[in-house]
């Protein structure tokens, strides 16, 4: 009889003991144990404090990237990914930047909104006007949920309300939209959400469902541009080669979706070196690239009057610097003490920045050889090491693969077999 999934209590057994259960379930051996148990800086104690049912941790490299010149302030940029040539990427990109000025970079006040669906009303234009004449009210009881917010100088700034057409008939929507400062503030917004609602509900007679931040976060957008002097990115055809990119994007989604996916390798990669909510980036990056009812790309190249790259990027960026796993994980602690930022803000600029530097370096390659070069040489670099290259021989081994244009392991064993036998001889 094969194992069941069902196990009460699973929750309530200690660290090993949930270990234990996993590995008779799964069949796995003492070192797979080994492997699954042992932790980084990020010790099982502090993971138990984040999420449920642990059995583990999970590494990944971490890179820096360097070269950026934000706002006229350098910045060391730490990013977490798994994608080799991502962080190589992201400086050179930095650099080619640099060489017109750096990088400039502004958001918007930190506003994040918070959604409560009232459906079941009659009359849903009245229902909305007697939510809107409460607005005060509604202003206060919210604020009264988080005093330190307010004596910050956030909290909610206002209150819209919208009747939509659902399949299941009218529904009115309010929008809480509170200043969230340097959280990333989906506790905060979803707590006044939930303490706005009953009052909805009572002034209203209808029923309230749904009560949760709106991840479309459209009062929170970064907006970056840079000069690209044409000498930077390899002249005259390369820069018009990335504006011919940049408008095949914007064209054609199957193209934008790879685009953005490009943006978003930079982006993804620091919100998770610094213990961001990587899902609410993505699903705020798409839904904004798609607000014209196209999904479009989240930026944009164009040439100046001298040829030079002119790059633009316009996205909503929700990031927080305390609270989260921003402070619970270790890594993300030193990743941003490495950044430097002292605001949400800043974070949120630094991000987008390195969004469009990510996104240039893309382009500039796909415009020009290709990005298979930069990425096959990684790529054999893995390899090499996969089979046992160490010292020296992981540069012959790469070498050689690269040589003879093929890049497998069983082609890297050969050589390393090769180069050993020499060297023995
Ligand atoms: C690969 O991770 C990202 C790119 O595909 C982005 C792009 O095509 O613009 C290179």
Known sequence: MSPTSRLPGFHKLSFSERVKVVKEFAGLSDEDVEILTKTGSLSIEIAERMIENVI???????????????????????????????????????????????????????????????????????????????????????????????????????????????????????????DVKDAM????????????????????????????????????????????????????????????????AAADPYRAATHNKGIMNGIIAVALATGQDTRALEAGAHAYAARRGRYEPLSRWELDENGDLIGYLEMPIAVGIVGGATRTNPIARVSLKILGVKTAKELAEVMGAVGLAQNLAALRALASEGIQRGHMKLHARQIAISVGAVGDEVDIVVNEMLKEGVIRYDKAKEILERIRGRRSK
């Open 185 to 248: 503030g989906a506790n905060a917004v979803n707590t006044m959400a939930e303490k706005v609602a009953p009052y909805i509900e009572k002034w209203t007679g209808g029923k309230v469902y749904l009560r949760i931040v709106s991840n479309l976060a459209d009062r929170r957008i970064v907006r970056v541009w840079t000069r690209v002097p044409k000498e930077a990115v390899g002249g005259k055809d390369v820069a018009e080669g990335i504006v011919y990119a940049w408008a095949f």
């Open 56 to 178: 583990g941790t999970l590494e990944l490299p971490l890179g820096i990237a360097t070269n950026f010149l934000i706002n006229g302030k350098d910045y060391l940029i730490p990013m977490a990914i798994e994608e080799p040539s991502v962080v190589a990427a992201a400086s050179n990109g930095a650099r080619m930047c640099r060489e017109g000025g750096g990088l400039h970079a502004m958001a918007s006040e930190q506003l994040m909104i918070a959604q409560v669906q009232l459906t079941k009303v009659t009359n849903p234009y009245v229902a909305a006007y007697k939510i809107l004449e409460k607005k005060e009210e509604i202003i206060d009881i919210a604020n009264s949920v988080d005093p330190i917010l307010v004596k910050l100088g956030g909290g909610i700034k206002d209150v819209e309300v919208k009747v939509i057409e659902s399949p299941l008939g009218p529904m009115v929507i309010t929008h809480l939209i509170v």
